[in-house]
């Protein structure tokens, strides 16, 4: 009798019935509405995304590691099957605008037991390619720091500089993040153009502009699992768009436009610029380049077709780039915490907004030592931001996030067949469970190819997939707690989810 006493005092109130306002207002305050149109959620989503990143830190290793010149072949795969997804994600978004995102998707399809198991993986995947983003700039301002200056600072102090920056300017309201992200992603997707037309001025390498990177052979390969590891990576942060549904004009249009052309534009930008480097190379030869030198594998074809001073402006936009994405990352991560503070599953005091800028203020504080705890943990083990950090965030991250859009995709035809809205069986059935159809195939993909990524490194093995399992089991574990000592709490879960 206690211990269902104490149970109970914990409870708390009952959420008010579905179809209330999509503001997201409650007493602990509401991020600031019409404050967005598509296309600057769109730059959000991009920033997130970090192209520059996906080419100059994934696609080498990609090409040395998995399935070489048909590398290319794994971005249009992984694109169609985020497309699939797409279709259903979009659907849904219709129905229901909420800072939660996948949360706020899966708890309405699947319910609110799968719902805090997807917010458990979704924080850890934003979470982990957030470090790995981390552990990258740190290193190349190490890098540059010793070229301008002859010694840097080590890569852990460069990363908590950066976090610091990032935390600032997440501090200030959502227009002023917008303005900064579009400015620094014109000159990242400028200067990739640059060197895409230059390719194609030189009329490509060694075999000329060749559609070899696209032939089945060169695709469908044994390395193509790990190919996909860095692939879905660098797609990462496309789904952000649904987060940013509180705070965008129109949210039911602005989403869904949003959510097609971030997909496309990242599809289509980062195909293209693969295609290109590999016909630059050759085909034959682009393997050998990208193990012979990863780090300066598109550096120094860029001085050599155009000019060194395109590789140095790459190089800086390399560093503005990652920072984009921290700042992206860190207002995705602060919007889930919000909103799964003001659900109640997180503490309530993540919930509130700043009185002026209207952002997530305790949600950003809190974010902000997270990273700065994992930042310090990885520099007092001595770990490697390249070589420990970066691949350890990717492969962590890509794994959970694929989970979470399985089970969004899954959540679809439930949200649909159970409640009186318009059925689309395209849209709402047959393209979501096709959809998690193929990212459970790159699970499954990725899963099967761990010990080619690791090198033979049977403890690193071991962490990526316990760590996602662990991850999902604690946020399972929690779900049964407030099933059992918050029955209605639990009972009442996602009820402030949908929109009329």
């Known amino acids: 009798m206690r211990s269902a006493a104490r ?190 037309a230059a390719v194609l001025f030189h009329g490509g390498g060694p075999q000329g502009l060749t559609l070899a990177p696209l032939l089945p052979s060169q695709v469908f390969t044994a390395g193509l699992g790990v190919s996909l590891v860095f692939v879905a990576s660098s797609y990462f942060g496309f789904e952000t768009t649904a987060i940013y549904a509180e705070e965008a004009r129109d949210p039911r249009r602005s989403v869904a436009i949003a959510t097609y052309v971030a ?20 085909p034959a030869n682009v393997v050998a380049a990208a193990q012979a030198d990863p780090g300066n594998f598109w550096f120094s074809l860029a001085g050599t077709l155009v000019s060194p001073a395109l590789a140095t402006a790459m190089n800086l ?66 770990a490697d931001p390249m070589a420990a950090v970066l691949p350890l965030g990717s492969a962590i991250a890509s794994i959970a996030m694929l989970a979470v859009q399985v089970l969004a995709s899954v959540a679809v035809p439930f949200f649909f067949l159970s409640r009186p809205l318009p059925r689309q069986p395209w849209r709402t059935v047959i393209a979501p469970l096709a959809a998690a159809l193929a990212l459970s195939g790159l699970i499954a993909l990725i899963w099967r190819s761990l010990p080619l990524l690791a090198g033979g490194n049977e403890s690193f093995v071991a962490i990526i997939p316990s760590s996602v399992a662990a991850v999902a089991i604690a946020g399972g574990a929690y779900a049964l707690w407030l099933r059992q000592c918050r029955a209605e709490f639990y009972r009442n879960l996602g009820q402030t989810l949908e929109r009329v």
């Open 7 to 196: 149970c109970e005092r914990g409870a708390r109130p009952q959420f008010r019935q579905l179809g209330v306002n999509v503001s997201g207002k409650t007493e602990t305050g509401e991020l600031r509405g019409n404050a967005l149109g598509w296309a600057q959620i769109v730059f959000f989503v991009i920033a997130t995304n970090g192209p520059l990143i996906g080419l100059v830190g994934a696609v080498p290793v990609a090409i040395a590691l998995g399935n070489g010149a048909g590398t290319t072949g794994a971005f249009v795969l992984a694109g169609l099957a985020y497309l699939l997804f797409s279709i259903g994600f979009v659907a849904m978004s219709r129905h229901i605008g909420n800072a939660g995102a996948f949360y706020s998707y899966v708890t309405a399809g699947l319910g609110g037991g799968f719902g805090i198991v997807a917010a458990f993986l979704a924080l850890a995947a934003y979470m982990g390619i957030q470090l790995a983003c981390f552990g990258m700039i740190g290193f190349f301002l190490e890098q540059a720091q010793q070229q301008w200056f002859g010694a840097g600072a080590p890569w852990w102090i460069n990363a908590l500089a950066v976090a610091v920056l990032v935390r600032v300017c997440a501090h200030r309201n959502i227009e002023f993040s917008g303005q900064l992200l579009m400015m620094l992603m014109a000159c990242e997707v400028g200067i990739v153009l640059v060197f895409v």
């Open 317 to 382: 936009l390399m560093i503005t780039s990652l920072f984009a994405a921290l700042l992206s990352l860190h207002n995705s991560v602060s919007r889930y915490l919000f909103a799964l503070g003001r659900e109640g599953l997180l503490w309530r005091w993540l919930a509130r907004v700043h009185p002026r800028q209207r952002t997530p203020s305790t949600a950003s504080a809190l974010q902000f030592g997270i990273s700065a705890a994992c930042i310090l943990a990885f520099a007092a083990f001595g």
């Open 263 to 282: 997909l496309g534009a990242i599809t289509v930008f980062l195909s293209l610029a693969t295609w290109a480097v590999t016909v630059a190379y050759g």
